[in-house]
């Protein structure tokens, strides 16, 4: 039996990347998806390969950083399935996120960033949980990511969303939790998209090697992996578990960068008196 037959869910920035292949993912284990993505072409292209494996998709243009797109979304996928249990908070355009810190940053840049990363978040449930609660509840997943965990200079926005992402979930968990809606996060590290593959890494393996090397598992991830964990999150597997934030990151988080420590130990030997602050 699939594991999400007769479940509704919506996937935002559903057209490609994490979000394309968690849509797919849903779908296999039985669930009606709404691709909701501000691609519209490429969000029709991922619905038809759903519809074409067999299982049931139909895509809306929505830019999820705008209520009233936000409401629209909701409304869809009700007016389709007459219900709604899932919704997979991912759009973002990576590639376009805001660089520098405090002081370089345009405001502008904040503002949108933090419209499509954090206000997202709250716009869809503040449509999707009355939804919920009329068939007893759902699930809930947020798109935080390693950098919900850790900080990187130069990108004061990006990490204060992914922070925010992680404290939205858990303060939404508490809230809905007495509904029967769990709201979870996955938190990714390096996921190796179609798009990071063109942009990034497909003329550069050598520097893909080096960024592999900083991970315990030695690889970077597949959008799948995200995928996967996202459904066993929606999934009743899951049931008892609310507020969680998942890393799915090759254990990225779980130590100090390698050279950090190879450094340190050099310098320890070469100044035997240092105290270390830890
Ligand atoms: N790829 C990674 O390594 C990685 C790592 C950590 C976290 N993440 C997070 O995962 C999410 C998806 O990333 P990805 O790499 O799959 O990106 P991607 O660029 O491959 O896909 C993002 C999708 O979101 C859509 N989108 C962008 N802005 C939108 C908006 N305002 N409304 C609706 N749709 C919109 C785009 O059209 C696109 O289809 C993002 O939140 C990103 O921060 C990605």
Redesign the pocket.
């Known amino acids: 039996m699939a594991r999400l037959a007769g479940k509704a869910a919506i996937v ?2 559903g ?6 292949a968690t849509a797919r993912r849903l779908a296999e284990e039985g669930a009606g998806v709404l691709i ?4 519209q072409a ?1 969000a029709e292209e991922n619905a038809e390969r759903i519809r074409s494996a067999g299982g049931e998709a139909q895509a809306l243009r ?4 705008r209520n009233a797109d936000v409401e629209a979304m909701v409304q869809a996928a009700v007016d389709t399935w007459g219900r709604l249990d899932i919704l997979f908070n ?6 376009t996120a805001g660089s520098g810190g405090a002081v370089e940053l345009p405001e502008e840049s904040w503002d949108r960033d933090m419209a ?2 954090v206000k997202a978040i709250f716009l869809g449930a503040k449509h999707a949980v009355p939804r919920m609660k009329e068939t007893g509840g759902g699930s809930i997943v947020n ?1 935080s ?3 919900g965990l850790l900080g990187a200079p130069g990108f004061l926005v990006y990490e204060t969303a ?1 922070h925010a992402v992680i404290g939205a979930t858990r303060q939404m968990a508490a809230e809905f939790g007495p509904d029967g809606i769990r709201v979870n996060a996955v938190l ?4 190796l ?4 593959h063109e942009t990034m890494w497909r003329h550069n393996p050598s520097g893909l090697e080096f960024f592999k090397n900083q991970y315990p598992l030695r690889d970077v991830g597949r ?1 799948e992996d995200i995928a996967n964990a996202v459904l066993f999150l929606c999934s009743d597997e899951a049931s008892f578990i609310t507020g969680h934030p998942l890393a799915v990151d090759g254990g990225l988080t779980i130590q100090l960068q390698e050279n950090f420590g190879v450094r340190q130990g050099h310098y320890l030997k070469d100044n035997p008196d240092t105290q270390l602050p830890y």
């Open positions: 935002t920035g057209a490609r990347g994490i979000g394309g909701a993505d501000v691609d490429a929505v830019d999820v950083s991912n759009a973002f355009d990576v590639l499509v990363l798109v990511s390693v950098h992914k990714p590290g390096h996921m998209t179609e798009r990071l959008a």
